[in-house]
């Protein structure tokens, strides 16, 4: 049984249980929300401790709980918790069994069959868990996080035109000027800082801020047409502190935000916010302050937009909004849907909101994790520099230059063999989401491969055991049970990208062929980019993947002709990954044991590496 049926319990019992007859919503005080709270929880454990059968799944495997109270949810949702998620792979295979509050088994599931079911076969089965649902529909409103089912579908309809590669292409130049103007920032904060270190060839950047930046930078202007950080001063945005910090405070939240689907039931919208104010939580009151900004803003950038589209004639929009924000073509799209399908003005700031959020920290991740690698590879980094330039060159040669001097156009960029495969190879290795949970809305069989649950990724090279790894069988998932989609566990199962799946090599990319991509059914991943789950599949899978991945190679382009990225040489330091939620750097200074995030690299213009 899952937690998040504790206000089915409470209703059952306070309303035909004489003696737990207690008034609902409870007086305006912090002291009986408390109480109230705990109250809940303690007949939630009871309920659980008498009447759970021995267990829901027999046949499945899984590591101990770590605690009665919390299971293994310690262990899953802590800045360190990277390990542990991919020993539950590596130790008990495609399906894990694990433990959430009271004894709540879950399961954590990388098989692919098993994925298959759960995102595209049966995926109207599998929702957003309560808890993701209604913390994003307090912070987001009504976006595509915070919604399910018809009104999902509907948002996402109107949503998947303005990512189209028709206007990604007409949002190109506007890719690269932000990508310049960050080079040319870079440029100037390598000669200031070589100057002072007295280096005269390279400077020590923290290139995980500059990516956060300019992440920030290019969805603001590409989705919304507003500059949130001009990238050459310092910035001071409310908005851009809010975005930055609040996946952070949401994820050491992790296990009081498990209470969210409950309190969502406690009155009007008005009462809801009275009790968050009156929480004494830090960490609660700077995600209501985010939220305030994040919806202030929102709304006074859809105002805006709108009143700039209606001050223009109908010949002029349908002339000139293909190159414009993308919430200019959103508002068209929705102006132009049926009555029953349009958006309310909560849902498009919904939207934009979420859009932004979205967009920032996994690109952020992305970037940095690739000039880490390539700063670790510098050979490999030496080859994507050299087919970028030779491509440059050819254009030029040809006399080709619409998109500006030294730029590609958009095919050209996404035909590049190995920039292509450095950043595949990345997001499998590396996906900036390590998972993501489902809850089943109603009870479902799924399949997975028999050896999957007993077998992890390395023993999946016994021979002698291929007939079990093949035998399909199927776990029966009762209704309400918590799923953790592992997106980590799946892109590196040996099964799917053989012995070397925990190895990061790009010549993978370019050595396979269509044969290679042509996988069975226990070896085929069910996402939509390459193969892998790194932007998920089906109905959930990210809508703006491909915008994600222009604007990823457009930076990388820009800055790659202009730089070489080395590791920082700073004695008793090292960059480690934590894990909140999205994954991010951070220093570690060994001596001290003290961290600190940043991702500090050496940045060597181009233009000095080649009179050396």
């Not at 705990?38 to 499945?60: C, M, W």
């Not at 792979?89 to 079911?117: N, T, W």
């Not at 930076?555 to 790659?560: D, E, Q």
Request: aromatic share 8%; glycine share 6%; with cysteine.
């Amino acid at each position: 049984m899952s937690y998040l049926h504790i206000p089915t319990i409470l209703h059952h019992l306070r309303f035909r249980s004489p003696l737990l007859s207690i008034p609902f919503p409870p007086p305006l005080t912090f002291t009986i929300l408390l109480q109230e709270t705990f109250f809940t929880l303690a007949l939630y454990a009871l309920y659980h401790f008498f009447s759970r059968p021995n267990s829901k799944f027999p046949q499945i495997s899984g590591p101990p709980r770590e605690t009665w109270f919390k299971g293994n949810l310690g262990q899953l949702f802590t800045s360190k918790g990277l390990p542990f998620h991919q020993e539950l792979v590596d130790k008990y295979g495609g399906i894990a069994r694990v433990y959430g509050f009271f004894g709540d088994e879950q399961l954590y599931i990388s098989d692919p069959r098993a994925l298959h079911s759960i995102t595209v076969k049966e995926q109207d089965a599998f929702e957003e868990t309560a808890v993701f649902i209604e913390t994003n529909k307090t912070i987001f409103g009504p976006g595509l996080v915070a919604t399910t089912g018809a009104q999902h579908k509907a948002q996402r309809k109107l949503v998947a035109p303005t990512f189209a590669v028709p206007h990604l292409r007409r949002l190109t130049p506007l890719f690269y000027n932000i990508a310049e103007k960050l080079a040319t920032v870079l440029e100037h904060e390598v000669h200031q800082r070589d100057i002072q270190e007295a280096t005269y060839t390279a400077a020590t950047l923290d290139i995980s801020e500059w990516m956060s930046r300019v992440a920030l930078e290019t969805v603001g202007r590409a989705v919304l047409g507003y500059s949130f950080d001009p990238l050459d001063s310092p910035h001071n945005n409310p908005y851009t502190s809010a975005v930055k910090e609040l996946i952070p405070t949401l994820f050491s939240l992790s296990l009081v935000r498990q209470l969210a689907p409950f309190l969502s039931r406690l009155g009007p919208p008005s009462f809801r916010r009275k009790l968050v104010e009156w929480i004494p939580n830090g960490a609660v009151q700077r995600v209501k302050e985010m939220a305030d900004v994040m919806h202030e803003t929102a709304v006074s950038i859809l105002k805006e937009r709108r009143q700039g589209l209606e001050e223009e004639s109908l010949q002029e929009v349908e002339e000139e909004l293909e190159g414009k924000d993308i919430i200019s073509v959103l508002l068209r799209e929705n102006a132009r849907a049926s009555e029953g399908e349009k958006m309310s003005d909560r849902e498009l700031t919904g939207q934009m909101t979420v859009l932004i959020f979205g967009a920032q920290d996994t690109t952020s991740s992305a970037l940095s994790r690739i000039l880490y690698m390539l700063a670790m590879n510098p050979e490999v980094q030496e080859r994507v520099w050299e087919e970028v330039v030779t491509a440059i060159r050819t254009k030029g040669d040809r006399g080709e230059g619409e998109e500006g001097i030294g730029r590609l156009g958009y095919d050209e960029v996404s035909g590049l063999p190995w920039l292509d495969a450095v950043v595949k190879e990345t997001l499998r290795l590396y996906p900036p989401v390590p998972f993501v949970r489902r809850t089943a809305v109603r009870e479902v069989a799924v399949p997975y491969v028999a050896g999957s649950a007993q077998l992890g990724s390395n023993n999946m090279d016994n021979d002698n055991d291929e007939s079990s790894i093949h035998e399909v069988s199927y776990v029966t998932i009762p209704k309400g049970t918590t799923i953790f989609v592992s997106i980590l566990g799946s892109n590196r199962l040996e099964k799917v990208w053989g012995p070397d799946a925990k190895s990061w090599k790009p010549q993978r990319w370019i050595q396979m062929d269509g044969e290679s991509m042509r996988r069975d059914k226990d070896t085929r991943l069910p996402g939509i980019y390459a193969g892998m789950m790194s932007f998920l599949g089906g109905g959930r899978s990210c809508v703006g993947y491909k915008f994600a991945l222009i604007e990823i190679k457009i930076i990388l382009v820009t800055l790659l002709t202009r730089f070489k990225f080395a590791l920082a040489e700073e004695k008793g330091t090292e960059i480690v990954w934590n894990m909140s939620q999205i994954i991010s750097p951070s220093v570690r200074n060994t001596v001290a044991g003290t961290e600190h995030k940043g991702m500090p690299l050496r940045v060597l213009p181009r233009r000095r590496v080649n009179e050396l």
